[in-house]
């Protein structure tokens, strides 16, 4: 055997050394490190309704029918639908699908799906409120039926994720999970999907890991092998790593460095207006969680238009979000049906005249409340109600602000512990105003109302919510979705706040584009 002189043992190690460096640049280019401040809430499809924990779902998991691009409705699970009657939707499903595990998707996993979200034990069950049955016709084909004609099937169908039956059974997983009540079950934390992408590990607060599946039955649109996602609640953290070099994208991006970030060479913002509202909830039942006791001061409509003319929204809009969001008097964005810009009128920042409704209420000294809110979900969430805490002392409404990580704050909202609360809504999966009556301004019965859990009723919103969900007349529906969200406003079921921005920041070489609900899409990113 022929020695190499040591020139030729240092040439050959350095060409083994550049090898390896651009075999690691070739892998890494094909990885898409990424954070956000908050984390995965379950792996359950059904036992959640937070738009964040579906939009990471939804890269393991299909629907039938999903959203492109342009977030217009087009054909996944679900080559075709037609109505049979007027309350029942055919739907003909795509065949040659495995899910994650082999198993072939057929239309049983289809009915033991939306069977599953029609337990009264999913957390998600609203968001099928409409649906009465799934029923199999033949092994690619299934029968929806409604609770009369209803025109959102499919905006809401795009939120639904089809699990494996087989799985679901062998694994006792056939009964929803429900991350409100507590309830887990073996998908809790496993999630066997047909989607682009596979769980390779999931470690709550730690990260999740996914890799490519190389049988999905789509035509992938990203070059990824493999998505690195790590949960970091600290914005200073979550910049100092993406301009590092430790992360590929953050989304969000904080707002106080989004200037910052721009600037720096490698990097650049991508904003977009969001969907997303932010707002208040307030107790509408008897007592206040703080003075048990005694009559709820909220009950009085003057009180609560007094909570709502003491907050500065230009104040909030300037100083906690940098001028990014957008004031708002209604529950809807603009692009969504149901918004009326006459809805939409600001209400008035007039602390005087919050006084003079608090004496006219009986409570000329103002009275006390708690206030609990995120502060790791929405943009600002923790600023935004100290701010508006502040305010409210200053015309006597003495608010105990508490704030937690979402883990534990939404149980606790679903449970209805709090006196005032923020929340955030996108309108999804439909996005229709009708997400917002079905959910937040109904009655909690017969799968409405699942987000309404301090007692706010009214009758005349429970007849037009009912009412619109039938209704095939589009111009007809959306003025009984507007008329419903004046009924809102005049009531102040809720204070409206703003609709937050969409902000995330990327290095150079990372396309990925941005959507205003705010989902992360991956499967449309390219990384080099």
């Known amino acids: 055997m022929r020695m190499m002189s040591g020139w030729t043992k240092a040439v050959a190690l350095g060409c083994t050394t550049a090898l390896a460096t651009l075999l690691a640049s070739a892998a890494s280019a094909q990885t898409l490190r990424w954070s956000a401040p908050t984390d995965i809430a379950t792996l359950d499809p059904y036992a959640h309704t937070e738009s964040f924990t579906t939009s990471m779902l939804h890269h393991v ?74 029923t199999k016709v033949d092994d690619f084909t299934v029968d929806i039926k409604t609770k009369g004609p209803y025109p959102l099937l499919l905006n809401d169908l795009a939120g639904i ?83 590092s070099g430790e992360l590929d994208m953050i989304a969000p991006a904080p707002l106080q460095d989004l200037a910052r970030i721009g600037s720096a060479s490698g990097f650049k913002v991508i904003e977009e207006p969001s969907l997303r509202l932010i707002f208040l909830g307030l107790n509408h039942r008897p007592e206040l969680k703080a003075t048990p006791g005694q009559k709820n001061p909220m009950l009085d409509v003057k009180v609560r238009q007094a909570m709502w003319h003491a907050i500065d929204l230009d104040t909030i809009q300037k100083r906690v979000m940098r001028g990014k969001s957008r004031n708002t008097a209604t529950l809807v964005a603009p692009p969504v049906p149901g918004f009326s810009a006459e809805n939409d009128k600001l209400v008035a920042y007039d602390p005087e005249l919050s006084k003079k409704l608090l004496t006219e209420a009986g409570f000329p000294n103002g009275f006390k409340t708690n206030f609990n809110c995120s502060n790791d979900r929405y943009i600002n969430d923790e600023q935004i109600c100290v701010a ?53 301004l109904t009655e909690p019965k017969d799968a409405f109302g699942g987000s309404n859990p301090m007692g706010y009723v009214n009758a005349q919103i429970e007849k037009l919510t009912r009412d619109s969900a039938v209704e095939l007349d589009e111009p007809k529906r959306r003025a009984m979705l507007a008329e419903a969200m004046k009924i809102a406003k005049d009531t102040v079921a809720y204070i409206p706040l703003h609709t937050q921005p969409v902000a995330w920041a990327v290095r150079s070489g990372v396309e990925v584009p941005q959507f205003p609900d705010e989902y992360v899409r991956l499967w449309f990113a390219q990384v080099k």
């Open 388 to 440: 508006i805490a502040a305010m409210w002392s200053k015309v006597g409404i003495q608010a105990d602000l508490k704030t937690e990580s979402r883990a534990t704050y939404f149980p606790r909202m679903d449970k209805g512990e709090f006196d005032v609360y923020i929340i955030g809504w996108a309108t999804l999966p439909p996005m229709d105003g009708f997400s917002v009556l079905s959910a937040l």
């Open 161 to 243: 994720y089809i699990m494996d039956k087989e799985w679901m059974e062998q694994t006792g997983s056939l009964k929803p999970g429900n991350i409100a009540t507590g309830v887990t079950t073996a998908a809790s934390t496993n999630a066997i999907g047909t989607g682009p992408f596979k769980v390779e590990s999931y470690k709550p607060d730690i990260g999740t890991n996914l890799v490519v599946n190389p049988d999905w039955w789509d035509k992938p649109e990203h070059n990824l092998k493999r998505i690195e996602f790590k949960p970091v609640k600290s914005d200073a953290t979550r910049v100092a790593a993406l301009l």
């Open 61 to 134: 998991f299909d629907p039938l029918v999903r959203r492109s691009r342009k977030l217009e409705l087009e054909p996944a699970l679900a080559t075709s639908w037609k109505l049979t009657a007027p309350d029942t939707w055919r739907f003909e499903l795509r065949k040659g699908v495995k899910f994650h595990n082999g198993n072939a998707f057929t239309a049983d996993d289809v009915v033991a799906s939306i069977t599953r979200l029609l337990d009264p034990g999913a957390r998600a069950r609203g968001n099928l409120s409409t649906v009465e049955s799934a």
